[in-house]
T-cell receptor, first 110, second 117 residues
Framework: GDSVTQMEGPVTLSEEAFLTINCTYTATGYPSLFWYVQYPGEGLQLLLKATKADDKGSNKGFEATYRKETTSFHLEKGSVQVSDSAVYFC?????????FGKGTRLHILP | DTAVSQTPKYLVTQMGNDKSIKCEQN?????MYWYKQDSKKFLKIMFS???????INETVPNRFSPKSPDKAHLNLHINSLELGDSAVYFCASSQVAGTGFSSNTIYFGEGSWLTVV
């Protein structure tokens, strides 16, 4: 079946460091891919998405490129801030059922 | 205006009690969901409704009963609460896209933190 795998956390970085959170998917066909973010004590918010191969989603300085050849959708940010500390979820949507990865907790140290 | 709102945000209750969580969306979406997030932050779908009709019912104990009075509301009722039901429950909604892959964004409420003691 369809699945999403993302790197285990927690990931701890210093402010202004470069961030990569890896995400790969397994699916028959070409799903749309999403990154959701959950800040402490809050619900999930869509961070960005990409709907077809080679699309790049971007928002709030975060980017992710849909790579069909490697079935990946890695999340990157060039310079993280303390306020980026949250849990990040990679996901795909099939039959209106969103399938999440297990989440990666990110800690940014000042 | 909150797009997907759920109440209560926090709920502490004793084992064996019955409780409900309410959800409303003002986005005009046809599809609504309940997701459960466990202590390890893992998210799993429980139910989805399309225009008041049950579409997805994952392997959830029948103590959990969703009710959709109209397409803007999807409530979750839980009977005979157990310690293992302690989790965060998220309501969500989206435009229906039918079968296959969808690019529709699913919008989540802020969650209801349920603690069973």
């Amino acid at each position: 079946g369809d699945s999403v795998t993302q790197m285990e956390g927690p990931v701890t970085l210093s402010e202004e460091a470069f961030l990569t959170i890896n995400c790969t998917y397994t699916a028959t066909g070409y799903p749309s891919l999403f990154w959701y973010v959950q800040y402490p004590g809050e619900g999930l918010q869509l961070l960005l998405k990409a709907t077809k191969a080679d699309d790049k989603g971007s928002n709030k300085g975060f980017e992710a490129t849909y790579r069909k050849e490697t079935t990946s959708f890695h999340l990157e940010k060039g310079s993280v801030q303390v306020s980026d500390s949250a849990v990040y979820f990679c996901a795909l949507n099939r039959d209106d059922k969103i399938i999440f990865g297990k989440g990666t907790r990110l800690h940014i140290l000042p | 205006d909150t797009a997907v709102s759920q109440t209560p945000k926090y709920l502490v209750t004793q084992m064996g009690n019955d409780k409900s969580i309410k959800c409303e969306q003002n986005l005009g979406h046809d599809t609504m969901y309940w997701y459960k997030q466990d202590s390890k932050k893992f998210l799993k779908i429980m139910f989805s409704y399309n225009n008041k009709e049950l579409i997805i019912n994952e392997t959830v104990p029948n103590r959990f009963s969703p009710k959709s009075p109209d397409k803007a509301h999807l409530n979750l009722h839980i009977n005979s609460l157990e310690l293992g039901d302690s989790a965060v429950y998220f309501c969500a909604s989206s435009q229906v896209a039918g079968t296959g892959f969808s690019s529709n964004t699913i919008y989540f409420g802020e969650g209801s933190w349920l603690t069973v003691v």
